[in-house]
């Protein structure tokens, strides 16, 4: 090399993703490639034995067995379960009884008064469900119409409060009892604001008729959002044209609501009525971690009996709790009933 001539450096190479980008998407294709030809392999002589309209059952299949061992199985050993007795486990092991534990339930001289029955805490659990079926149905099934026939106006942030009020429901039922829990303990948030205003605290978990209030609220609170956007998306449904046409007729707000609104409404507010009524009856969990069904019986629901009777007692009464699940059962199929009817009624009203 003659002097004073420059040397260029040999120039690093430089990183650029398409040298991770193409290998992973050639392995990609190639593996997408293998499933392909693999699931060929296995379903075309398949299809050439059973067919193209056996091919249905065959995609069907794995959901029908587990539907068939998690549901359907459960259910008939439920049943059967229901007319044995005896503390043992295994269906082989239970003598039959025939109809011996739904005597046992409805032996009562007086289905008003609990005391007075043979299985006197079923009854004080099917009557603790009527009373919060009654108040939490009712309450919450209002607030949810009000709140969306708010939400259904042209408000200052209408997207971010119908965000809000949905929020709760996104909320595990335990994580809602938790929090609720730790806020009307007795060293909790709500007694701490009671007495920074000069009050005395209160036992809201200790006092019966606050145990079932709380429980209620806390209930409404956590479903109501679920409600208010079925009864939402049944506002927004309605034609325009009819409240043009009641304002044309010099209608009142209250009376285009009585008018219009609430007939135009009503499939889908039956709907949202039954299904507030099948889920009410079917409370479990967040009761369940909010009071444990305390004080007391005070917050024993229908399926809470039913789990502490079976799992619970020293005498693992499952023939009994098997029983108490059939007259609940009986009580949400009727309900289920009641709910497809309002469906086919709104299809072809």
Not at 80 to 108: I, K, S
Not at 283 to 296: I, R
Request: with cysteine.
């Amino acid at each position: 090399m003659a002097p004073g001539t420059l040397t260029r450096k040999p120039r690093s190479r430089r990183f650029r993703l398409r040298d991770i980008f193409n290998p992973v998407m050639r392995l990609l294709v190639a593996l997408y490639d293998g499933i392909i030809n693999i699931v060929d392999f296995i379903m075309h002589p398949l299809q050439d034995r059973v067919g193209v309209r056996g091919m249905a059952y065959v995609f069907v299949l794995p959901n029908l067995l587990v539907f068939g061992i998690f549901i359907l199985l459960p259910m008939l050993l439920n049943f059967y379960y229901a007319f044995t007795g005896g503390p043992n486990l295994f269906p082989q092991d239970r003598p039959f009884v025939g109809t011996e534990n739904l005597q046992t339930l409805f032996t009562c001289q007086n289905f008003f008064d609990p005391n007075s029955c043979q299985e006197d805490i079923f009854w004080r659990a099917v009557w603790n469900t009527l009373v919060y079926v009654v108040f939490q149905v009712g309450v919450m099934v209002v607030l949810a119409l009000l709140t969306a026939l708010a939400l259904n106006r042209r408000i200052v942030l209408r997207g971010f409060f119908r965000s809000v009020f949905f929020y709760p429901v996104l909320l595990s039922p335990v994580v809602v009892a938790l929090i609720w829990r730790w806020i009307l303990q007795q060293d909790g948030l709500l007694n701490a604001l009671i007495v920074a205003l000069g009050g005395e605290k209160v036992a809201f978990l200790v006092n019966a008729q606050w145990a079932q209030f709380w429980v209620i609220v806390i209930s409404i609170w956590a479903q109501m959002g679920f409600f208010t956007l079925i009864l939402l998306a049944g506002l927004q449904a309605i034609p325009p044209e009819l409240y043009e046409a009641s304002s044309i007729d010099g209608a009142t707000g209250w009376q285009t609501f009585w008018s219009v609104t609430l007939p135009m409404l009503m499939p889908t507010l039956f709907v949202v009525l039954v299904l507030s009524l099948i889920r009410a009856v079917q409370v479990f969990d967040q009761v369940y971690a909010f009071t444990g069904g305390g004080p007391g019986t005070a917050t024993l629901y229908m399926v809470q009996y039913i789990y502490k009777t079976a799992f619970s007692d020293q005498t693992n009464q499952y023939g009994l709790a098997s029983a108490a699940s059939l007259v609940m059962a009986a009580c949400l199929l009727v309900l289920t009933g009641l709910q497809l009817r309002a469906g086919r009624r709104g299809e072809y009203s």
